[in-house]
């Protein structure tokens, strides 16, 4: 039987990629589009010479990579790096990627183009020496056709990628650099589905049926004349056809066709946060009884609509929006995208109920969207974090002028298939909304959306929240007021914007530090710096630290309980976003070096939640929770305070506190207190809470008084890893005394080493001012806590992670690879 196959020649060897395995000409035929992951295999340099646009780099420069990559994660932290401590303190420049691939003549008739889903920033692409053309923003999708400039096999043809992040500061956050979202190479016949464009929108039309309305763009690129078919089919999630179209006739006049199609589905199953159905349309092109085109487009059914008064509804019930905002990096993985640790950061916020997440503040990568369709998240897409007006001297304002109509318009088209999206953001804090341009920008971008997409509500983040000055809410173009901040003016929200519906877009800036804990006062709130009547924290501590008790916030935010019990108070407060799910890399407000991440978190830069997450989580979800805080580790305190302990819980009417198995006295929430209090003098030992519902045990919990570090405890998230070169897990390594319990304050140095079929991606411990690179095997850990990252190899085997320290026994964790064309999927 022949062969039919895509071959990718990388230096010295050749491999056959397994999106086109072995294909005879009948079954190549059947199945005419193919999606090839184009990661593999390429050659990596940075360019030390910028003032010349294409040098000439000498071959002891480039090193072989896989894709996505991220060159700044593998530098140093420096104070002197150009983009500054707000960037992450890490290092930008100029990078070359080239490949070198051979096209078989199976694929001469065909259509080929690459597909790259984001590279920062200002890239720019040649095949075989042709420039394909530029893109400056780092954050968005494109494509490039291929097809006039390929040789034919056996000649080989050669991509070149020029990525120039050089010019910085040009960001209020860590960016990453280099091309670090994926790539692919996808081959099509001449009359095709055109890239992005299958539409897909659902409702219910009542309790019993639902419509699916279809709007697909076909390319014809060979000059193709007469007609074709096009035909539609529904399937479920089990693969099951629930519903079709009829065969309709496509008349092949010019380049683009246009067709539109409405499909009824039987008892549909509506796509939710805590049930996130999926189905399937599949769109078929067929012309003289020949297969042309099968496109496939995931999509949900679903309903929402916000309520001026009472809030946001999700499928006809009502619903808070308990959002979180995200930044893109992924911790000591940097900005290059990682499917399994975006999908951990979503299975860590799902635990604590949360149920959306803002782009905070640019287009995602695609995988995000995918896992929160599968996971059940809502997601606001944002767009832009600054229009004409600069907020960094090399951002993309040097840009928006020419590129924004282009560049909004392909985050509609990529994104609005997701069921998980339901709101587009057009700009953040954008500056002209003190100006009277922000009402024709803002009227030009909403425009430009709705031209493509009008089934989703249209925002601007805004920090300015008096309607008589703010030039974007007079445009009268935004669907929703989405204020960032100005908690003081939600009571009477319903008084400045009469018949307003409200979102709260951002909200809290709460700073903190996992594990540390000052000894003032813990019911006052401290604000940084000062900008307020109340209290606040004046230079901070001398190792960068915030008090990890929810009393500390930037001076424009406000702590977490703050800001929630107002939008719990209220129907007409539909929900927020809480700045920030994770702390991310850079802006790390409010220290200077060597301070390189941010505070705001909810979950530390390793995924170590800090405590707050627990009021989340008593909040937001129906877990029994009972949380006590702080650890009771209290030898070196620098006076004989009482320490303030407390206590986080739900599903419980009252929760007991025992010291040393004596009763501190049963408290009860009241009024809108969302978590107790007690004031304890410090005594070595056992502290229990104990929560009760009508007098019956629901939960206990404990913290102890450690001894010295003793020995190393090793958790890994997961045993059996896809043997695919990207799988990870995550490794918690906790300090214990003899006795096996936590100790709180402990800094001991880790070593981390691995053997087998894996390699150590990274390590860290959550730490703001911790400025080892994450490269390093050796990590300190951070209050008695330190993270190390394993990446599967390519071939099925085990992996041994062993973790030294001085004076203690080796911890030692064995985990497998395994044919990933053989494990079972997660499930959702």
Known sequence: MMRSFLTILFPGRSILLAAALMLSPLLFAQKPRTVVDFNGGWKFALQKDTSSAKPSLPEASWRVLDLPHDWSIEGEFRK?????????????????????????ADLKDKNLSIEFDGVYRNSEVWINGRSLGKRPYGYISFQYDLTPYIKPAPASNLIEVRVDNGQQPNSRWYTGSGIYRNVRLVSTSKLAVKHWGSFVTAAPLNAKQATVNVETNVKNTGAITGKAQI???????????????????????GEEISSKEQLLVNNPVLWSTDKPFLYKLVTTITQNGKLSDQFETTFGIRSFYFDADKGFFLNGRSMKIKGVCMHHDLGALGAAVNTRAIERQLEILKAMGCNAIRTAHNPSAPELLELCDKMGFLVMVEAFDMWKKKKNKFDYFTDFEDWHVRDLQDMVLRDRNHPSVFMWSVGNEIREQFDSTGITITKELVDIVKAIDTTRPVIAALSEWNPEKNFMYKSKALDLVALNYHHEVYDDFQKHYPGQKFLGAENMSALATRGHYEEWPSDSTYLWPAKSPLKYVENGNADYTVSAYDQVAAYWGSTHEQTWKLIKKHKFLSGLFVWTGFDYLGEPTPYPWPARSSYFGIVDLAGFPKDVYYMYQSEWSDKNVLHILPHWNHEARKSDKPVDVWVYYNNADEVELFLNGQSLGAKRKGGEDLHL?????????ELKAVSRKNGRLVKEAKVETAGEPAKIELTADRSILNADGK??????????????????????????????????????????????SFQSKTRQCWKGMALGIIRAGKKQGNITLTVKAPGMTPAVLRLRTSDHSKMVLRKF
Request: no cysteine; hydrophobic share 40%; aromatic share 10%.
């Open 80 to 104: 002197d790096n150009p983009a500054t401590t707000q960037g992450g303190a890490l290092p930008g420049g100029i990078g070359w990627y080239k490949k070198t691939f051979v096209v078989p």
């Open 231 to 253: 035909s539609y089919q529904v399937l479920d999630q089990s693969g099951k056809l629930i519903s079709s179209s009829k065969i309709k006739a496509l008349d092949l006049t």
């Open 677 to 685: 209090m007690w004031r304890v003098p410090f005594q070595p030992g």
């Open 727 to 772: 799988d990870l897990a995550f490794v918690t390594a906790r300090i214990l005394d003899k006795n096996g319990r936590f100790v709180a304050l402990a800094s001991t140095q880790l070593e981390f080493e691995i053997t087998g079929e894996g390699q150590l991606a990274a390590t860290d411990n959550g730490y703001q001012a911790d400025t080892t």
